[in-house]
């Protein structure tokens, strides 16, 4: 396959021209060039950026499919650009075991749509009284994340252990933190004592970056995520955890952003059903708009394509260790086309996802994707899942 007419975009370029793929994989890069002929796709001067990897999102199967389930979550971290989705595991059975993981791991890839990482549970169906752990060592051959996220994590002994065995096996401890603030900073002092590679969930104030800015000058290996609802969205009661912060906490949310302390752009993707929105439960549908989202605030704040680049996709793929995120020789040809200029209305009758609950309905944002490629097949083309 071979793209052209495109204007194409990572981390660290900005150009135009094409891209020949072979077998998946990125062959070769053209600056200025022009290709034609048989199998050449022509990308229309739109742009063709790196796919998303998403650190952070919520597919709800096992057990909670009338939420969502794989096909659907799938499809739609398609529609908005992702090829790679890390699924959490607060589902029903917890995702806590070797074998758990396996299944739910076969089930996503036979759909054939975006990969998943399963994210495995750190304690033993999420308890944190007890703290009994997983088994680290042997799910790590299915996974390079662990996460309780959706519930707190404060026993220190469980700490203690996630930490010593994210050290010596290497993978990431993605820590969702309640009270926010309070709970980043143990386990950033954690952290220091314990060493591993921690990463703070959805942070959503001032301080919490404040805390974070200085693990990250004690040298720590420490990152953390943004949603876009975080930016997005503040002073609105809509129910998502951590809730939508004030104006100030954004404002230092996107001053951490230009200053490169905050890592990843995560989606949080928490499909719910009206019913379980009207009982008070947190969570942002969000997936297949993420992008225009981010696309909006970072060009409404003077925050380069590239720096969004970087942070929807080379950190996280770095982060989670997959040969994906840039547009390079060698790289998984993992690619989305996007129309930058165009304007268009969150519309949650168009979603994929069976989760249509976001207080952005009706918003107007800027940046859409038109077609996204995982290993340089057409997945998702113009409005449809293509299979
Ligand atoms: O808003 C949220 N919803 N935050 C979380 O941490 C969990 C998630 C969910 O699972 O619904």
Same mark, same amino acid.
């Given at each position: 396959m071979k793209i052209s007419n495109v204007r194409i975009i990572d981390a660290n370029k900005d150009f135009k021209g094409s891209i020949v793929i072979e077998e998946g994989i990125v062959k070769e890069v053209l600056e200025n060039q022009v290709l034609e002929g048989e199998g050449v796709l022509d990308g229309k001067g739109m742009c063709l950026m790196p796919s998303f990897v998403d650190m952070h999102? !919520?597919? +709800?199967?096992? /057990?909670?499919? &009338? $939420?969502?389930?794989?096909?659907? /979550?799938?499809?739609?971290?398609? +529609? #908005?650009?992702?090829?790679?989705?890390?699924?959490?595991?607060?589902t029903n059975p917890v995702m806590d075991s070797f074998e758990k993981i396996k299944k739910n791991l076969e089930k996503a890839r036979k759909l054939e749509l975006a990969d998943m990482i399963q994210v495995s549970a750190v304690t033993r169906d999420f308890e944190d009284e007890s703290g009994k752990t997983v088994d680290f060592e042997r799910i790590r051959e299915l996974t390079p994340i662990f996460s309780n996220d959706g519930k707190n994590m404060a026993n220190m002994k469980a700490m203690e252990e996630a930490l010593t065995k994210s050290a010596q096996l290497d993978f990431v401890l993605s820590c969702h933190c309640e009270p926010e603030t309070e709970m980043t900073d143990k386990y950033i002092e954690a952290a220091g004592r314990w060493g591993g590679n921690i990463h703070i969930c959805h942070i959503s104030k001032k301080e919490t =970056?404040?805390?974070?800015? $200085? /693990? $990250?000058?004690? /040298?720590?290996? =420490?990152?953390?995520?943004?949603?876009? !609802? !975080?930016?997005? #969205?503040?002073?609105?009661? &809509?129910?998502v955890a951590p809730p939508l912060a004030?104006?100030? %906490?954004? %404002?230092? =949310?996107?001053?951490?952003?230009? %200053? #490169? &302390?905050? %890592?990843?752009c995560a989606t949080d993707h928490a499909p719910h059903t009206a019913e379980d929105k009207k009982n008070g439960m947190p969570g942002i549908s969000n997936i297949e708009y993420a992008f225009s989202v981010y696309h909006t605030v970072f060009e409404g704040n003077g925050i380069s394509i590239n720096r969004l680049s970087e942070m929807m996709s080379e950190k996280p793929a770095k982060i989670l260790g997959l040969n994906t995120g840039t547009i390079d020789p060698g790289k998984e040809a993992n690619l989305v086309l996007a129309d930058l200029d165009r304007e268009y209305v969150i519309d949650t009758n168009e979603f994929l996802s069976k989760g249509k609950n976001t207080p952005f309905e009706g918003c107007k944002v800027k940046g859409k994707i038109e077609m996204t490629i995982k290993r340089g097949v057409v997945k998702y083309d113009n409005g449809q899942i293509i299979r």
């Open positions: 999102a !919520h597919m +709800r199967e096992p /057990g909670f499919e &009338y $939420k969502e389930n794989l096909e659907t /979550g799938l499809s739609a971290a398609l +529609r #908005g650009g992702f090829t790679q989705i890390c699924a959490m595991a607060n =970056l404040e805390a974070i800015i $200085k /693990g $990250k000058n004690k /040298g720590l290996s =420490l990152t953390c995520e943004v949603t876009p !609802h !975080h930016i997005f #969205g503040w002073e609105n009661p &809509y129910p004030a104006k100030e %906490d954004v %404002d230092a =949310l996107i001053m951490g952003i230009k %200053d #490169g &302390y905050i %890592d990843v």
